[in-house]
């Protein structure tokens, strides 16, 4: 395949010591050598060169270029990195003169699409790149390094191979009956086999479940009726008077933000309007956001002053939330007139008193040490196609039960290794690749 020549800016346009502009493919030589002059010639090898960018008699900037040879590059093309003057000015001049010599400004993501089409790197490395651009923890930047150097592809290629093997045995069974040294293929192997791999799937599916929490964090929505303390746990949890508290019910209109990061999980909070029925045209349009909030969150903290009786308007934000995946939170514990039972979550926003709060949400995602430092498959589309993988096999068990003819049942092994290799970016399916490259930053 011949691909066109690209350049970008792959850092920032802004002021800054240095920048960095990319150039990578067939013509890479050539165009820089037209627009580039060092004292120690033409730059034919790999390797670091001092020189100046001219326009013809003009000299632009000052520069040092890192010259990659391929498939010893990024993306596995003849590659260049100048290194200029950082000034968005500069960054534009040498763009235009690199643009003007026969190369194609790069799309989002093209640079990393092209070592993906060079086999440099796999799917998941390559989404792992983003993570790592992405990544707002620590925690979150380790897992994206794991990916990126191939450790999570490497745990799920014995799936992979496991799945191949199987179709292979059954499709050598169906064509080659004559083959009397092989294997036979047998609904019994059939149900072991898928047995052994639904469940290596179903650790890789927990495992990413989890990734995916330090890798994104949790929306958490803080609700409740009216001057339960909602705003002031906020503020406790995240240790600023952020959002307004007043002994008025209906103070909060507006979702008010913040984030935490508890245990290495961050935690997106939204503190919302207080749920009422209530007459205000602005105050309603708060309660509708809360409610909207409530509807994306994946946990919630529902707010209920201790130091009272559980209302009708408690009962109904209970029965709104109730089937969410929710932590009951009675607040006012400094008060003296609360009654306190065993079992309940008590805190106080007020006096900062909320550790049990934390402890229970670490608990309730159950997100062990381990997570912390181990490989797994963590964006929606990988676990989205393990789950579908997972679909392909239960179904392949059912006709295995029912004595179903293995050709039928090897169309839905074949459909879940087909999954399996898209996690991986091994269908070649380009509208796929297309789509994740478009998410990248420019130069990258
Ligand atoms: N004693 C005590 N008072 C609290 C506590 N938490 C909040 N309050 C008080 O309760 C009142 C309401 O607090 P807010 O945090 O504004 O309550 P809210 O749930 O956000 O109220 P709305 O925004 O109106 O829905 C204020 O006077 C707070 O000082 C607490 O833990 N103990
Ligand atoms: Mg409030």
Same mark, same amino acid.
């Given at each position: 395949?011949?691909?066109?020549?690209?350049?970008?800016?792959?850092?920032?346009?802004?002021?800054?010591?240095?920048?960095?502009?990319?150039?990578?493919?067939?013509?890479? =030589?050539?165009?820089? #050598?037209? *627009?580039?002059?060092?004292?120690?010639?033409?730059?034919?090898?790999?390797?670091?060169?001092?020189?100046?960018?001219?326009?013809?008699?003009?000299?632009?900037?000052?520069?040092?270029?890192?010259? @990659?040879?391929?498939?010893?590059?990024?993306?596995?093309?003849?590659?260049?990195?100048?290194? =200029?003057?950082?000034?968005?000015?500069?960054?534009?001049?040498? %763009?235009?003169?690199?643009?003007?010599?026969?190369?194609?400004?790069?799309?989002?993501?093209?640079?990393?699409?092209? /070592? =993906?089409?060079?086999?440099?790197?796999?799917?998941?490395?390559?989404?792992?790149?983003?993570?790592?651009?992405?990544?707002?923890? %620590?925690?979150?930047?380790?897992?994206?390094?794991?990916?990126?150097?191939?450790?999570?592809?490497?745990?799920?290629?014995? *799936?992979?191979?496991?799945? /191949?093997?199987?179709?292979?045995?059954?499709?050598?069974?169906?064509? @080659?009956?004559?083959?009397?040294?092989?294997?036979?293929?047998?609904?019994?192997? *059939?149900?072991? $086999?898928?047995?052994?791999?639904?469940?290596? +799937?179903?650790?890789?599916?927990?495992?990413?479940?989890?990734?995916?929490?330090?890798?994104?964090?949790?929306?958490?929505? +803080?609700?409740?009726?009216?001057?339960?303390?909602?705003?002031?746990?906020?503020?406790?949890?995240?240790?600023?008077?952020?959002?307004?508290?007043? #002994?008025?019910?209906?103070?909060?209109?507006?979702?008010?933000?913040?984030?935490?990061?508890? $245990?290495?999980?961050?935690?997106?909070?939204?503190?919302?309007?207080?749920?009422?029925?209530?007459?205000?045209? +602005?105050?309603?349009?708060?309660?509708?956001?809360?409610?909207?909030?409530?509807?994306?969150?994946?946990?919630?903290?529902?707010?209920?002053?201790?130091?009272?009786?559980?209302?009708?308007?408690?009962?109904?934000?209970?029965?709104?939330?109730?089937?969410?995946?929710?932590?009951? *939170?009675? #607040?006012?514990?400094?008060?003296?007139?609360?009654?306190?039972?065993?079992?309940?979550?008590?805190?106080?926003?007020?006096?900062?008193?909320?550790?049990?709060?934390?402890?229970?949400?670490?608990? %309730?995602?159950?997100?062990? #040490?381990?997570?912390?430092?181990?490989?797994?498959?963590?964006?929606?589309?990988?676990?989205?196609?393990?789950?579908? /993988?997972?679909?392909?096999?239960?179904?392949?068990?059912?006709?295995?039960?029912?004595?179903?003819?293995? $050709?039928?049942?090897?169309?839905?092994?074949?459909?879940?290794?087909?999954?399996?290799? $898209?996690?991986?970016?091994?269908?070649?399916?380009?509208?796929?690749?297309?789509?994740? =490259?478009?998410?990248?930053?420019?130069?990258?």
């Amino acid at each position: 395949m011949k691909l066109e020549t690209i350049v970008a800016l792959a850092t920032p346009p802004l002021k800054s010591a240095l920048g960095i502009i990319r150039l990578s493919g067939m013509e890479t =030589f050539t165009i820089i #050598n037209r *627009v580039f002059f060092t004292n120690t010639g033409s730059l034919s090898e790999r390797g670091i060169y001092h020189g100046w960018i001219k326009d013809g008699d003009e000299t632009i900037d000052e520069v040092v270029v890192l010259a @990659y040879i391929q498939p010893k590059s990024y993306t596995g093309e003849d590659l260049v990195e100048i290194i =200029f003057h950082g000034s968005p000015l500069i960054a534009q001049q040498i %763009l235009s003169i690199l643009i003007k010599y026969g190369a194609r400004s790069a799309e989002p993501g093209e640079f990393s699409s092209r /070592a =993906f089409l060079n086999n440099k790197i796999d799917l998941i490395q390559a989404e792992a790149i983003n993570d790592m651009i992405n990544a707002t923890s %620590l925690e979150a930047k380790k897992l994206a390094l794991y990916s990126l150097k191939g450790e999570t592809s490497d745990k799920i290629l014995p *799936v992979q191979v496991k799945i /191949a093997d199987l179709v292979s045995l059954i499709e050598v069974n169906i064509d @080659y009956p004559e083959y009397t040294d092989i294997e036979i293929a047998t609904t019994e192997k *059939v149900l072991a $086999d898928t047995n052994e791999i639904t469940k290596a +799937i179903d650790l890789l599916i927990d495992e990413g479940r989890q990734g995916k929490i330090i890798k994104e964090g949790l929306k958490v929505a +803080i609700v409740g009726k009216p001057n339960v303390g909602k705003s002031s746990l906020l503020n406790a949890l995240i240790g600023e008077e952020k959002a307004i508290v007043t #002994n008025v019910a209906g103070t909060t209109r507006d979702i008010v933000e913040g984030e935490i990061n508890l $245990d290495g999980i961050i935690l997106h909070l939204y503190d919302t309007a207080g749920i009422r029925e209530s007459q205000d045209q +602005i105050e309603s349009i708060g309660i509708g956001k809360a409610k909207q909030v409530l509807t994306d969150a994946d946990l919630i903290i529902l707010v209920i002053d201790g130091s009272r009786t559980l209302d009708e308007e408690d009962q109904k934000i209970l029965e709104l939330t109730q089937e969410r995946k929710r932590l009951i *939170v009675y #607040n006012k514990s400094d008060l003296t007139n609360i009654e306190k039972h065993d079992g309940k979550l008590y805190v106080s926003a007020l006096t900062k008193d909320i550790s049990a709060l934390k402890r229970a949400i670490v608990k %309730l995602f159950a997100i062990d #040490n381990a997570s912390f430092s181990r490989p797994s498959l963590t964006n929606a589309r990988q676990l989205g196609l393990l789950a579908q /993988a997972k679909q392909n096999l239960l179904t392949a068990q059912e006709l295995a039960k029912q004595k179903i003819p293995l $050709d039928l049942i090897n169309v839905e092994l074949q459909a879940a290794l087909m999954a399996i290799n $898209d996690v991986l970016g091994k269908t070649g399916d380009s509208d796929l690749s297309q789509e994740i =490259f478009s998410r990248f930053c420019l130069g990258k």
